[in-house]
């Protein structure tokens, strides 16, 4: 019987929490578009869909924080304000945007859960048979048939990509972030 490294186990938990709590926070951040400036309810539909499993999978982990006494990143806030951010710019931008986010967000998520199945060992079957059916669940939103697929998404703005938007983005985020918390421990 192949035995998994404990702290292995707790960093894959830990990490897939972030990752299925920032992906709600994205969609968040989508249907916040999707419910002011952007009305596309076929798409708002999807979203809202494809939240639902991210919902699951958030749940699952964090019970089994909670469970196996683990602590969760310290960057949850932070990872909550820039997938709503991510979420909510790449939306304004359309369809396309919205739609390319999705794709490389689900991307992300599924090559970390097979990574995991991999090194996962017969003792920890019950985690190993949920990151399976939960990466299947991120293949399907990948797969999933819009008039625009996730697949065959690209998208540039002046000749730069959608990454490297959201990457500024972010970047700008963070900073804003950073500075408040300073002037607020500052001011305390």
């Keep these: 019987m192949k035995k998994t490294n404990k702290n292995k186990v707790k960093e894959f938990i830990?990490?897939?929490?972030?990752?299925?709590?920032?992906?709600?926070?994205?969609?968040?951040?989508?249907?916040?578009?999707?419910?002011t400036f952007i009305k596309n309810d076929e798409l708002k539909k999807t979203i809202e869909e494809m939240k639902e499993h991210e919902k699951e999978h958030c749940n699952y982990f964090e019970n089994e924080i909670k469970k196996r006494n683990i602590k969760p990143t310290k960057l949850l806030p932070l990872w909550d304000l820039l997938g709503v951010g991510l979420g909510f710019g790449s939306t304004i931008l359309g369809k396309k945007a919205a739609m390319l986010c999705t794709a490389s967000v689900?991307?992300?998520?599924?090559?970390?859960?097979?990574?995991?199945?991999?090194?996962?060992?017969?003792?920890?079957?019950?985690?190993?048979?949920?990151?399976?059916?939960?990466?299947?669940?991120?293949?399907?939103?990948?797969?999933?048939?819009?008039?625009?697929?996730?697949?065959?998404?690209?998208?540039?703005?002046?000749?730069?990509?959608?990454?490297?938007?959201?990457?500024?983005?972010?970047?700008?985020?963070?900073?804003?972030?950073?500075?408040?918390?300073?002037?607020?421990?500052?001011?305390?």
């Design 106 to 188: 689900e991307e992300v998520i599924q090559e970390h859960y097979a990574n995991q199945i991999e090194q996962l060992g017969s003792d920890e079957k019950k985690l190993k048979d949920k990151i399976i059916k939960f990466r299947e669940d991120e293949l399907h939103h990948k797969d999933i048939k819009m008039p625009i697929s996730c697949k065959d998404v690209t998208f540039k703005i002046f000749g730069l990509s959608l990454a490297t938007f959201n990457f500024f983005i972010s970047l700008i985020l963070s900073a804003i972030t950073i500075k408040n918390f300073l002037t607020y421990e500052k001011n305390k």
């Design 14 to 35: 830990r990490v897939d929490h972030a990752g299925e709590r920032g992906a709600i926070k994205i969609y968040e951040g989508q249907l916040l578009a999707l419910n």
